[in-house]
């Protein structure tokens, strides 16, 4: 008997995981901006700064509707963080599960211990270290992501592309002095 034949899989074969892994990013970072919106609003109220409400009428502090307001929104402000926090991890499950990679730029913005979206300024820092004497060696550089909310430090070396090998870097130089051999020919025939 034959053996059946086997569909080869296309390119696109896991788009709808691909779809659910964007829409999962996509819900994470709405709710933490909204979240940080929240409580840039709470702040400025508690300040006594003037804010607009929803509906663009101008309130401040002093009034009774506002001061009820900011205790409602600093109760908001801690389930948003922590739907980001689950959308960020539940992102992370289904990569894990269905085995795919996740560009490195998103896995670099999300910290592996408490699942927070990174955002330089906000909850984390940047600092760039070099451990070689001086400083003096470029290819030592390190950069140094600190989370805020955990405490934890990822390291990730910022190196450029290796250097070319000598024989590579030989090979180039001698096609340059071939080039600049056929130029100075060109240039005495003229």
């Known amino acids: 008997m034959a053996k059946a034949k086997v569909k080869k899989e296309g390119k696109n074969v896991q788009g709808h995981i691909r779809a659910r892994l964007d829409y999962l990013q996509k819900a994470a970072v709405y709710l933490q901006n909204s979240q940080q ?4 609003q709470v702040i400025s109220e508690a ?6 409400d929803q509906n663009g009428l101008h309130s401040t502090s002093n009034d ?3 001061t009820r307001g900011t205790s409602g929104a600093r109760k908001t402000t801690e389930p948003m963080n922590n739907l980001s926090r689950l959308c ?3 992102l992370r499950g289904v990569a894990l599960k ?3 990679r996740l560009p490195i ?8 211990r408490c699942d927070t979206l990174l955002a330089p300024g906000l909850n984390c820092s940047h600092e760039m270290e070099n451990a070689s004497r001086g400083g003096k060696k470029p290819w030592a550089d390190i950069l140094v992501v600190r989370c805020f909310e955990c405490g934890t430090v990822k390291r990730f070396p910022q190196t450029e592309k290796r250097g070319k090998k000598l024989v590579q870097r030989r090979e180039e130089s001698a096609l340059q002095h071939e080039v600049a051999a ?7 025939a003229t």
């Open 37 to 40: 919106n929240t409580a840039h």
């Open 47 to 52: 300040t006594g700064n003037s804010a607009y």
């Open 64 to 66: 009774k509707k506002s």
């Open 88 to 90: 960020v991890s539940h």
């Open 98 to 100: 269905t085995q795919i």
């Open 105 to 112: 730029a998103l896995k670099r913005s999300v910290c592996k």
């Open 182 to 188: 056929a130029n100075a020919k060109v240039e005495e």
